[in-house]
Nanobody, 126 residues
Framework: QVQLVESGGGLVQAGGSLRLSCAASGRTFSWYVMGWFRQTPGKEREFVSAITGTGRYTNYADSVKGRFTISRDNAKNTVYLEMNSLKPEDSAIYYC???????????????????WGQGTQVTVSS
């Protein structure tokens, strides 16, 4: 049974930083691509970032490129999202996800992922 537990969300002022964590269990973590998505009320869930199993390759949405950094610690079965220079439009529920067995690249589409965490709320005040 795959379990993903996000943490690290909260309320921060614009320009501030947060680091999200996602602890995974139930799979050989280092084999799998991991991703972060976010969703605001009334909108579709959108891609934020992804990282390959070794951490060698990463992918970012244009809206967060240069401000967010994804990383992983396979010894701790944890993936991180370091978020800097936060903007009010970054406010959302952030979800981590683990990719399907067949995915070996840092995929940006939701269909590439088959397990999701419960989400953590990030609120950026102006």
């Amino acid at each position: 049974q795959v379990q993903l537990v996000e943490s690290g969300g909260g309320l921060v002022q614009a320009g501030g930083s947060l680091r999200l964590s996602c602890a995974a269990s139930g799979r050989t973590f280092s084999w799998y691509v991991m991703g972060w998505f976010r969703q605001t009320p009334g909108k579709e869930r959108e891609f934020v970032s992804a990282i390959t199993g070794t951490g060698r390759y990463t992918n970012y949405a244009d809206s967060v490129k240069g401000r967010f950094t994804i990383s992983r610690d396979n010894a701790k079965n944890t993936v991180y999202l370091e978020m800097n220079s936060l903007k009010p439009e970054d406010s959302a529920i952030y979800y981590c996800a683990v990719a399907r067995d067949s995915i070996s690249y840092a995929a940006s589409t939701q269909s590439a992922y088959d397990y999701w965490g419960q989400g953590t709320q990030v609120t950026v005040s102006s």
